[in-house]
């Protein structure tokens, strides 16, 4: 990269079923005025927007960036729209940070989101319509072979996804801005949640929310006045396949293992377990909590449930997993990306509150989509690159 | 060989809106027979905005009263609307400057013919008996037509809007694809091997995606009808809009023998859930040859829903994991 890229602000809003309190440019706005704030900065400071958000079937707007221009100070200004499924959000913070080190803008402005309440992603996944496959399922119908497969391929234990589960609820609770806050979560509680797709539990995935996510991003000249120290940009990497070829290893995807090499070599990180203090990674079924701790090279293959099981992802474990309680308690699908890279953001610059990793310096953020076949990946770090 | 039907889809879909405090409060005045306007520094907007453009602050939260007449700053004419349009005779779309308002709104114009319309002229808002709470209760006719006639207000204030969407289209169906359809009505599954890696896909897409070279007639292949379940999941319906299923079901991928890439989303039926299991040998019943049909068939995924009747067990031992665990979908 040219030049250094900071994060010096983030914002998200309180994530909910449904924010009918706002509308959709109102839950933008909010995500990205809490930014602002906090990178104490006003509109006119910003030179460019970077809007990010899963398909436009799912609130049946098209092109919601030119609606959203007006909220989000964008008139007049460089506006980019990105789109890469569910891992849309992290592609959107890669690309704000790509126009930064690129040294095309001092300052950006990303902000993806969702407002599932306004329609239903369970259809809009689900129906016969081109480049999506009619599963009459949503994504659990999808994922749900792929995890029998890494169970029967691990031969982890089956109350794996369970812990995670009832792990990721608990960090939930210390996360004010989550969706679920279940004060009764417990393994018997989701273990004798009703079976939705054989082998995945209602209480195994992650609920339909309504929610945004914003950051703003500086040239390191900018980044070096903030009051908070930034968040340095260390290594960012996409990598994607096709969703169908034969001898595709759909459980653990090549596109996956690609990612986190080229991830880590930018960032110069030989042993990630070890160098690593934290990882928020994209879970939206339980299991790929143990699936990603390998798609990110944490463990040895089929290895990856001995993490969980062993508490080394835990909030106070070697290496925590979705310290703000995740996918799994919060999930406005566009913003999810996002979602995942500002906790590592506000990890490493201290910000996390009741779910901050004592000494955090570098920290993972995740994000996938489609069907397991987009990856968008970054290390940010309080010390610069 | 009668002809394929054409390759048709409907998207839809119904929709809300949180309207926010500003549209809400334009929409519930548009029912109640006033059209509203957002103050932004010194402009009026119309239709208001929550935001002011110029500097991204939050509009006065009290809106001004604007029209009911104006002028129209340009148009265009609809000479043969589609059943989505708010008229089902020709009209016009109209930029409309309502009086008191500093910008146009785009809306309809119901006027007695294209020599009706012009830049300039003065229009006027009627509205609908029937109304929605919805942009459309209100509609333009030119001046000289107006009638004024009385809008009983309506209840409560509009904060959620729901909408109907619908999308419909047409896709022109690949060569192979229209092969590999007219093999289900015969009873047949019709894959393509790769000249190139000697893989066999099915339903193909025409090409083998790896080493990207196209594949044509000569490299169709039949496969018999009897594979394995390569992967599956059991599905609690949720009752979704458009979600026809309401007991648990199975959702399999079979991969037949000599293939290499499974056919996916496989309705199962007949087999008891706590029986299925991957590595299970089935074949494929087809449905009576006279009603065999062809649906949701696209050019991407393939559907087999209207030609196969149910998968069985063919009774063979089940196949080891080796032979499918790459193959789920």
């Not at chain 1, 989101?113 to 129906?127: V, Y």
């Not at chain 1, 910000?351 to 994000?367: I, S, T, Y």
């Not at chain 2, 932004?40 to 509009?59: K, N, Q, S, Y």
């Not at chain 2, 896709?171 to 359809?181: K, L, N």
């Amino acid at each position: 990269m040219a030049e250094r890229c900071g994060i010096v602000g983030i914002g998200q809003t309180k994530h909910d079923s449904k924010r009918l309190d706002v509308s959709m440019v109102g839950l933008v706005r909010e995500a990205a005025l809490r930014a602002l704030e906090d990178a104490e900065l006003t509109w006119k400071d910003i030179d460019a927007v970077v809007i990010g958000k899963a398909p436009d079937l799912f609130e049946g707007v098209m092109m919601p960036e030119l609606y959203l221009a007006d909220a989000l100070g964008g008139a007049y200004k460089p506006m980019l729209r990105v789109h890469t499924a569910g891992s849309v959000g992290g592609s959107t913070g890669i690309v704000a940070a790509s126009l930064v080190e690129a040294g095309v803008h001092d300052r950006v402005l990303a902000v993806a989101f969702e407002k599932q309440s306004e329609s239903n992603a369970m259809w809009a996944l689900s129906i016969a319509m081109p480049f999506s496959v009619a599963t009459v399922a949503g994504a659990g119908g999808f994922f749900a072979p792929l995890i029998r497969g890494y169970m029967r391929r691990s031969g982890a234990p089956e109350d794996t996804g369970i812990r995670v589960a009832v792990k990721d609820r608990l960090n939930a609770l210390k996360n004010p801005y989550a969706h679920l806050h279940m004060e009764d979560i417990s393994f018997d509680l989701v273990a004798a949640s009703p079976m939705l797709w054989d082998p995945v539990r209602y209480l195994e995935t992650c609920p339909s929310s309504d929610g945004a996510c914003a950051m703003v991003f500086a040239s390191e000249k900018l980044a070096e006045q903030t009051q908070t120290p930034p968040a340095w940009v260390h290594a960012t990497a996409m990598r994607s396949e096709p969703t169908m070829f034969s001898g595709r290893d759909q459980v653990m995807p090549q596109a996956s293992l690609d990612n986190a090499k080229a991830l880590y070599k930018q960032a110069g990180i030989t042993n990630p377990r070890k160098e690593i203090d934290c990882a928020e990674m994209y879970v939206p079924f339980s299991w790929f909590e143990p699936m990603w701790c390998e798609g990110m090279l944490f463990a040895e293959p089929n290895e990856g449930w001995k993490m969980t099981y062993e508490g080394a992802t835990a909030l106070d474990g070697d290496l925590p997993v979705n310290m703000s309680g995740g996918v799994l308690s919060s999930n406005p699908i566009g913003a999810s990306g996002l979602l995942r890279f500002a906790e590592a953001a506000l990890q490493v610059r201290g910000q996390a509150g009741e779910h901050q990793v004592d000494g955090a310096r570098k920290a993972l953020g995740h994000a996938y989509g489609g069907g397991s076949q987009y990856f968008s990946t970054w290390i940010v770090s309080s010390d610069k690159p | 060989m009668s002809e394929l039907p054409p390759i048709t889809y409907t998207l839809e879909y119904p929709y809300t809106r949180t309207t926010g405090p500003v549209v809400g409060a334009f929409l519930t005045a548009l029912r109640d027979g006033r059209i509203l306007g957002s103050r932004c520094g010194d402009r009026v907007i119309c239709p208001p905005l929550e935001f002011d453009p110029d500097t991204a602050e939050p509009v006065a939260q009290d809106l001004v009263e604007v029209g009911p007449g104006g002028t129209v700053k340009s148009w265009t004419w609809i000479a043969e609307p589609t059943r989505k349009h708010p008229f089902q005779q020709p009209f016009a779309f109209a930029l409309i400057v309502l009086d008191g308002a500093d910008t146009a709104l785009s809306h309809a114009v119901k006027a007695r013919g294209i020599d009706a319309m012009s830049t300039g002229m003065r229009v006027r808002a009627q509205w609908r008996e029937e109304r929605a709470s919805a942009v459309t209760d209100v509609y333009f006719v030119p001046e000289a037509d107006a009638v004024d006639t009385y809008v009983p207000p309506g209840e409560g204030e509009v904060e959620l809007t729901e909408h109907l969407i619908s999308l419909d289209f047409k896709e022109a169906i690949h060569p192979f694809r229209e092969r590999f359809a007219r093999g289900l009505i015969a009873g047949k599954f019709i894959g393509q091997k790769s000249p190139v890696s000697g893989k066999v896909y099915i339903p193909s897409k025409g090409y083998d995606p790896l080493a990207r070279v196209a594949m044509t007639e000569a490299d169709d292949v039949e496969l018999p009808p009897v594979g394995i379940v390569a992967g599956y999941t059991v599905i609690t319906p949720v009752q979704y809009y458009g979600q026809k299923e309401t007991e648990p079901y199975i959702r399999a991928s079979i991969l037949l023998d000599g293939a290499d890439q499974p056919l996916g989303q496989q309705d199962i039926k007949n087999i008891p859930h706590d029986e299925f299991r991957s590595g299970m040998r089935l074949r494929a019943v087809f449905r009576p040859e006279s009603e065999r049909k062809i649906v949701e068939m696209d050019n991407r995924w393939g559907s087999t829903g209207g030609v196969i009747d149910h998968w069985e067990p063919t009774g063979e031992p089940d196949a080891p994991p080796e032979k499918y665990l790459e193959h789920l979908f």
